[in-house]
């Protein structure tokens, strides 16, 4: 699921409330049957900027989590690697995070997100910062991840077409204080990509449902 609003909205408050880093000031958040009360191997971050350890290798990267759980080291490794792998940086595990690019780093970053498999990711604008092509191909890339791994995903955009490619359902929030003012669900089949000719028009509908409520006043919007 996506998360679209205008900024300040409380997108990535509420995320911040999933991971339990920021407690919530009514009601609670559960996860497989928990509440949350605080950070959690069951969830995964991913932020705008990748946040690598510049003095680390991606390899060395990627197993942090592993270290600060105090995984099996053998197997955070095997399942490094593979990571790296499907992610198509297989061969990449001695650089170091300057000799690679926004879009690698990125890479590097969501593989240390997946390494402990937490049962949801959270991305916060992960690829915001990137140029419109990288952006895309990590958006084609996120889709085969989470097709093979099946991981929950709960994603923050301002791209309306981004949150309609990657999503099957779109929280659109109105401005603050933020509420979801309308769930927009996505019934296109994947892999989606950009400008793909066999969907274009759900797409376009989907886009423009929560283009509609994201230009509607507050109040109208939560009326709707």
């Known amino acids: 699921m996506t998360l679209v609003g205008r900024s300040g909205c409380g997108k990535s408050t509420l995320l911040r409330i999933v991971a ?4 919530p000031s009514r009601g609670h958040v559960t996860i497989a049957e ?3 009360a605080g950070p959690s191997p069951d969830v995964g971050l991913m932020f705008q900027q990748p ?3 510049p003095w680390r290798t991606v390899l060395q990267n990627v197993l942090l989590p592993v270290e600060i759980l105090g995984l099996d080291r053998t197997t955070g490794r095997a399942e490094a690697q593979d990571l790296l792998a499907l992610v198509g940086l297989e061969g990449f595990e001695s650089r170091h995070p300057w000799e690679l ?4 780093q990125q890479r590097v970053a969501l593989c240390r997100a997946l390494i402990h498999k937490p049962r949801v990711l959270l991305m916060d604008e992960p690829f915001a910062a990137l140029d419109a092509l990288t952006r895309e191909e990590l958006s084609l890339e996120l889709q085969r991840i989470w097709n093979e791994r099946r991981t929950t995903i709960l994603f923050v955009t301002h791209s309306i077409s981004e949150a ?3 999503s099957d359902r779109v ?3 109105t401005p603050r204080p933020g509420r979801i003012a309308r769930m927009v669900d996505v019934p296109v089949p994947r892999p989606r990509a950009f400008g793909e000719e066999g969907h274009v028009a759900e797409l376009a509908r989907a886009e423009e449902a929560i283009r509609t409520t994201l230009y509607l006043p507050r109040e109208e919007a939560l009326v709707s």
Do not use: D, N
């Not at 339990?20 to 407690?23: A, I, R």
């Not at 690019?101 to 690698?104: A, C, D, K, L």
């Open 51 to 53: 946040a690598l350890l």
């Open 171 to 173: 929280a659109v929030m």
């Open 164 to 166: 309609a490619i990657l």
């Open 34 to 36: 928990r509440t949350v």
């Open 20 to 23: 339990g880093l920021v407690p």
């Open 101 to 104: 690019s926004g879009g690698m």
